[in-house]
């Protein structure tokens, strides 16, 4: 559940103006968390939905088991900025209501309308022409809030700040 007293209320420009992300740092920088509101969705990484879950290896026995688990950024705008942010494992089905990955690629385009519904709800107000896998409209697209925090990327005097979306669930 989210709390908002962790979050800094803040535009993209204020979270960009207090952790920079084209900033290399000697030290990792502290975690940071704000919360966006009147955001949009304008564009998604990987391009294809069907790759929005990948298998990745999970070791709790002692043999690497593959898991199916979503991996995916979206670029966020709120009229004063761009952000980049992550969506990964748990957080990212949270965000998706609770869906959990499939393997996309090797289902038929079908198995993908639960993906896509859920998301639709970020691509438009109320129009679904773009939502077949296309990159949504800055004019279109449905305005949301969310809750990011930064971390580090990087490794010994050379660390980048990245964010990722937390604690956030779209509306059914």
Not at 6 to 32: K, M
Not at 92 to 103: D, K, T, V, Y
Not at 146 to 151: G, P, R, T
């Amino acid at each position: 559940v989210l709390n908002i007293a962790d979050f800094q209320p803040a535009t993209i420009a204020q979270v960009l103006s207090q952790t920079p992300s084209s900033v290399r740092f000697v030290a990792p920088p502290a975690t940071r968390r704000f919360l966006l509101r009147g955001v949009r969705v304008i564009d998604h990484m990987p391009g294809d939905l069907r790759d929005f879950a990948r298998r990745k290896d999970s070791c709790d026995c002692g043999q690497p088991t593959p898991v199916l688990r979503f991996v995916f950024s979206l670029l966020l705008h709120d009229g004063t900025a761009f952000l980049p942010v992550v969506l990964a494992n748990e957080e990212a089905e949270q965000f998706l209501n609770g869906l959990a990955p499939r393997a996309y690629r090797e289902e038929p385009e079908a198995a993908t309308q639960a993906l896509r519904f859920v998301l639709s709800t970020l691509w438009t107000d109320g129009d679904d022409a773009t939502i077949a896998g296309d990159p949504p409209r800055v004019s279109g697209a449905a305005q949301f809030a969310c809750a990011i925090e930064s971390f580090a990327v990087g490794d010994a005097g050379a660390w980048l700040v990245r964010y990722r979306v937390v604690q956030t669930r779209l509306r059914a």
